[in-house]
């Protein structure tokens, strides 16, 4: 456990290292060549019936590829897809890579009893998978499990109104490994960072509309992508009490439209208490004063405990430092070319919005965003959001009318290929069209399969994952 000096020495260190950084971005010390695009998928690990596997080890071991690391539970694996540049047959070449490391890794996995499977949430999941027994032997992980309950003070509370109804108690940060997700980063310069960080933002509604791949948790049938509400209790440090209160939950949408990077950092420090109050060496004041580049670990380790759904990212590469904005919003799957299209629809977005001559943020309030992303994960593709000059409009309409032409224009923009921009697209319009996502099918697969809902369950997930194979988008997949 941590004592309370560590937690005013970390408290006073994180303090410094913020002063650091804006001496950092007051000096232009940061490089920017041109935007890079990376990608981070998590994956869930099932046995021959569809059931949760607790193999990650055994599979990692298989895999024995550095790009590949443990996640929170024994049932998830991540892999990390290093940055790119888009243009010219860029985005199929990173689907194709994709593609290529996940093949090898289904090959390695199923020579352990393991097979891969790309979904928001495991159907097949039961609450007795989700334990402090099956988190992952990464000590970090237990370390902050212990901070989030001693925080808290009593067990988790999740509680999730959908088709049906969740309400049920954990005593372990266990059920947020049932969340896994893409996590798409563009590195941006400090002088772009908030009209991308903004731009992020209002998308993130109709994002999670058009991708949504989470309908079940723990056999009910609750919100097209329930990953959001779950992750949100999941990591909740509040007891009801601060709840009342209005403390900010670590889970967060935002507040506000910003107008610097520093806002995030500051408002993280600001806010936020340490969950892993870890102090290494580094003297950010003394490194920055020699001329080199610090690290800012505490910064960036509490920054990696605030669970924003876009959340901003420092790092130094080979020296270099840079910015990303690191969006969290998209569940897994449930195809490789599905999760390509979700990625080829950001990126367009995010190469139009933010330079618009008259920003989106200050014709639409921040509120309205994120009533977007909760109405959105809700609903699906069935929701209704808001968009300025259109008002209250389904997902669908706004995504076909507004945003797809504006995606092609974008990726028109970073010099993707004519050919490869049309076939990623064209699986976004093939969803809105046809009103079938991920989680739709799923719901309509156990529907017409009927009887014991576990069992349907395991059936449409081993069906599942044999179509995620064939690479067909989902918009094409039968019931």
């Known amino acids: 456990m941590f004592s309370r000096e560590d937690r005013r020495k970390y408290r006073d260190k994180v303090r410094r290292c913020l002063d650091v950084f804006a001496q950092m971005l007051r000096e232009s010390r940061f490089e920017f060549d041109r935007p890079q695009a990376g990608l981070e998928i998590e994956l869930n690990i099932v046995d021959e019936y569809g059931e949760a596997a607790m193999r990650n080890a055994e599979v990692l071991a298989a895999i024995e590829q550095p790009d590949w690391a443990t996640e929170l539970g024994q049932f998830n694996v991540e892999i990390n897809v290093a940055p790119r540049g888009l243009d010219g047959a860029g985005a199929r070449e990173l689907e194709d890579d994709v593609r290529a490391r996940l093949n090898h890794a289904e ?26 027994g099956t988190l992952s032997a990464n000590p970090r992980y237990k370390l902050l499990n212990e901070q989030i309950f ?107 439209w910003i107008t610097s990077v520093f806002d995030l950092f500051e408002e993280n420090v600001r806010y936020f208490p340490a969950l892993l109050p870890l102090v290494e060496d ?96 809700r609903n699906g593709i069935d929701a209704r959001l808001y968009w300025p000059g259109l008002g209250e409009v389904p997902a669908s309409e706004l995504i076909l009318r507004r945003l797809l032409p504006m995606a092609h224009e974008g990726l028109a923009a970073w010099g993707v290929d004519r050919g490869v921009a049309d076939r990623l697209l064209s699986v976004i319009e093939g969803r809105c069209l046809s009103l079938r996502t991920g989680a739709t099918w799923q719901v309509d697969k156990v529907r017409a399969i009927g009887g014991d809902r576990h069992e349907a369950l395991r059936r449409m997930t081993l069906e599942y994952l044999d179509r995620m194979h064939t690479n067909e988008p989902v918009h094409l997949w039968d019931v």
């Open 107 to 132: 090959e390695r996995a199923r020579s352990v009893g393991g097979h891969l499977a790309l979904i928001g949430i495991l159907p097949t999941l039961r609450e007795e998978d989700l334990t402090e």
């Open 282 to 377: 580094e003297d950010p004041r003394e490194t920055l004063a020699q001329g080199r580049i610090p690290e800012l670990p505490e910064l960036t380790l509490h920054n990696g405990t605030v669970y924003r759904w876009n959340r901003p990212v420092y790092a130094v590469v080979d020296g270099v430092p840079h910015l990303r904005v690191e969006n969290r919003v998209l569940p897994a799957g449930p195809t490789v070319v599905d999760v390509a299209a979700n990625a080829a629809f950001y990126y367009g977005l995010m190469r139009v919005l933010p330079h618009m001559e008259r920003p989106l943020w200050s014709q639409m309030s921040f509120a309205a965003a994120e009533d977007n992303l909760n109405s959105a994960a």
């Open 150 to 256: 001693a925080a808290r003070g009593e067990d988790l509370h999740l509680r999730i109104e959908g088709v049906e109804h969740l309400d049920t108690h954990a005593d372990s940060v266990a059920p947020e490994a049932a969340c896994t997700s893409v996590q798409l980063h563009l590195q941006v310069s400090p002088d772009e960072f908030a009209a991308h960080w903004n731009a992020a933002q209002a998308i993130a509604g109709p994002q999670v509309a058009v991708a949504a791949n989470s309908p079940y948790l723990f056999g009910r049938e609750l919100h097209r992508e329930t990953r959001i509400a779950l992750f949100e209790q999941a990591t909740d440090t509040r007891p009801a009490e601060l709840k009342e209160q209005g403390v900010r939950p670590r889970v967060w949408f935002g507040e506000r």
